[in-house]
């Protein structure tokens, strides 16, 4: 894939994964600007990207913030062509502890940032009449409910249906919007028989066909491949990243061994 003389703007650019999608991206030619709410962690992601990067630190939630990083990305690294929604914060909360304000924070980043930042961007590429591609970051957790995730699993559903919208919305101009929604993401691949931090991990593995847990490399592919010229009839897609862990009950044995 090349993405020659294309700027990429990607949020949560201080992370865990989006470095990564940023580095891949760097790795095919883009110029890349990472956008972050914690200043010194995106400084320190944008300076390990080979080419040209920027850093731009700001709250996805503040439309004066990412109109800002959008209008500094234009005039350090040229007009953006491709949006990464990588920022989000997942919180786990069980209901009868839930304080709203948390809730509210959960929507606030993880959907009307994002919000904000394709509307930041899709206006730009409508007015210079540009083609352009969205992926946002969705998560298994947008159509498979757990305990203590009802702010998260009920933001990343929005931001389901919101890229299905924006498709909608943005397909006659020319951009495409899709999604990834990953599984288990860890720094190292945990695998079936290695020795496990914790039972949850361990229950997790057992449950993903692939039997180890994701890490960002993984997810990596699949943005660049939506992002790309290879998928150019591809859009309002969510694209399962997990090993399978969301197939439907992936740790149920065979039913006739259970007589
Ligand atoms: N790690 C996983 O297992 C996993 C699984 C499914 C989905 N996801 C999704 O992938 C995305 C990236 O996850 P990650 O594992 O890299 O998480 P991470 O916490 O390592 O990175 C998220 C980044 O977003 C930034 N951020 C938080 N609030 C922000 C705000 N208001 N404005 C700007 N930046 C903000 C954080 O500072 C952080 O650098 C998230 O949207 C997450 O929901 C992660």
Same mark, same amino acid.
């Given at each position: &894939? $090349? ?16 470095? /990564? ?10 110029? *890349?600007? %990472? ?6 962690? /995106?400084?320190?992601?944008?300076? =390990? ?9 700001? @709250?996805?939630? #503040?439309?004066? $913030?990412?109109?800002?990083? *959008? ?26 502890? &839930? @304080?709203?304000?948390?809730? @509210?924070?959960?929507? $606030?980043?993880?959907?009307?940032? &994002? ?10 590429? /409508? ?11 969705? #998560? =298994? ?45 860890? @720094?190292?691949? %945990? ?9 949850? &991990? ?15 490399? $993984?997810?990596?592919?699949?943005? %660049? ?15 399962? /990243? ?11 044995? %065979? ?5």
């Amino acid at each position: &894939m $090349d993405f020659s003389g294309q700027t990429v703007f990607i949020t949560g650019g201080g992370g865990r994964i989006a470095p /990564v999608v940023g580095r891949r991206f760097a790795e095919a030619g883009a110029a *890349v600007a %990472l956008f972050d709410i914690d200043g010194a962690r /995106v400084e320190a992601a944008a300076h =390990g990207l080979p080419g040209r990067a920027a850093a731009f630190a700001g @709250d996805v939630a #503040s439309e004066a $913030d990412v109109a800002a990083a *959008v209008a500094g990305c234009e005039a350090r690294l040229g007009p953006i062509d491709v949006l990464v929604n990588a920022a989000g914060i997942f919180p786990n909360t069980p209901l009868l502890e &839930m @304080d709203p304000e948390e809730w @509210d924070r959960v929507f $606030d980043v993880n959907v009307r940032g &994002m919000m904000l930042c394709c509307k930041a961007v899709a206006s730009r590429l /409508v007015a210079r009449g540009a083609p352009g591609a969205i992926v946002n970051f969705s #998560s =298994g957790a947008g159509s498979s409910a757990r305990a203590g995730s009802a702010h998260y699993c009920g933001s990343k559903a929005a931001v389901n249906l919101l890229t299905h919208v924006l498709a909608i919305e943005l397909g006659p101009h020319g951009i495409r919007v899709n999604a990834v929604a990953p599984g288990l993401v860890t @720094d190292t691949p %945990l695998r079936r028989g290695d020795p496990h931090p914790s039972r949850y &991990m361990e229950m997790m593995v057992e449950a993903t066909p692939m039997r180890r847990t994701g890490v960002a490399e $993984d997810v990596a592919g699949a943005v %660049l491949f939506l992002a790309s010229g290879d998928s150019p009839w591809t859009t309002g897609a969510i694209l399962e /990243v997990s090993g399978g862990s969301h197939c439907g009950r992936p740790h149920v044995p %065979l039913s006739r061994d259970l007589r």
